[in-house]
T-cell receptor, first 112, second 112 residues
Framework: EPEVTQTPSHQVTQMGQEVILRCVPI?????FYWYRQILGQKVEFLVS????????KSEIFDDQFSVERPDGSNFTLKIRSTKLEDSAMYFC??????????FGPGTRLTVL | AQRVTQPEKLLSVFKGAPVELKCNYS??????LFWYVQYSRQRLQLLLR??SRESIKGFTADLNKGETSFHLKKPFAQEEDSAMYYC??????????????FGTGTKLQVIP
């Protein structure tokens, strides 16, 4: 059964550094999402992406964040200058249209 | 704005006892509601959705629009049900984008 994959599983970075989190959505899906979960808190929506553009973003998704689908398979989340408070689990998800979203296993980002 | 409330952070029940995980929502339109489950060290996965009205792993959830609730129930808890459970509300916008709002989650602990 196809699954969403994410790499790396754990990323450690210094404050101020740029990080790129990678996701490979399920191949025939059209809608792509990023969520984050700060330790001990709820899962929060960051951004949705369709037809090569952002369709919705939350207030969390400020100018430090960007998303890209550089080729036909990858979907990336870039944080330009990481802050301590960016430390969290980041989940990628995808779906066809409507209904269930399929989640990746997450990338744990630790900002030192 | 849409909101999902799960009042219990932790619910401990004995094996064989009934389970009810509470979820209340706030949404101006016609909601699409889900329950997601996250077993230890695994990804978020869909447990059930109100549209399908099916029972998965013995769990059911009925949408009560009058009480704006979507409580998750199971008559007899099993040890393998121990996990984090998230109630989620799906907002579908123009062009089919989706934004899922998650509740804070309830950790279900089934005591042998």
């Amino acid at each position: 059964e196809p699954e969403v994959t994410q790499t790396p599983s754990h990323q450690v970075t210094q404050m101020g550094q740029e990080v790129i989190l990678r996701c490979v959505p399920i191949s025939n899906h059209l809608y792509f999402y990023w969520y984050r979960q700060i330790l001990g808190q709820k899962v929060e929506f960051l951004v949705s992406f369709y037809n090569n553009e952002i369709s919705e973003k939350s207030e969390i998704f400020d100018d430090q964040f960007s998303v890209e689908r550089p080729d036909g398979s990858n979907f990336t989340l870039k944080i330009r200058s990481t802050k301590l408070e960016d430390s969290a689990m980041y989940f990628c998800a995808s779906n066809l249209q409507g209904g269930e979203q399929f989640f990746g296993p997450g990338t744990r980002l630790t900002v030192l | 704005a849409q909101r999902v409330t799960q009042p219990e952070k932790l619910l401990s029940v004995f094996k064989g006892a009934p389970v009810e995980l509470k979820c209340n929502y706030s949404y101006s339109g016609s909601p699409e509601l889900f329950w997601y489950v996250q077993y230890s060290r695994q990804r978020l996965q869909l447990l059930l959705r109100h549209i399908s009205r099916e029972s998965i792993k013995g769990f059911t959830a009925d949408l009560n629009k009058g009480e704006t609730s979507f409580h998750l129930k199971k008559p007899f808890a099993q040890e393998e049900d121990s996990a984090m459970y998230y109630c989620a509300l799906n907002d579908i916008g123009p062009g089919g984008y989706q934004k899922v709002t998650f509740g804070t989650g309830t950790k279900l602990q089934v005591i042998p």
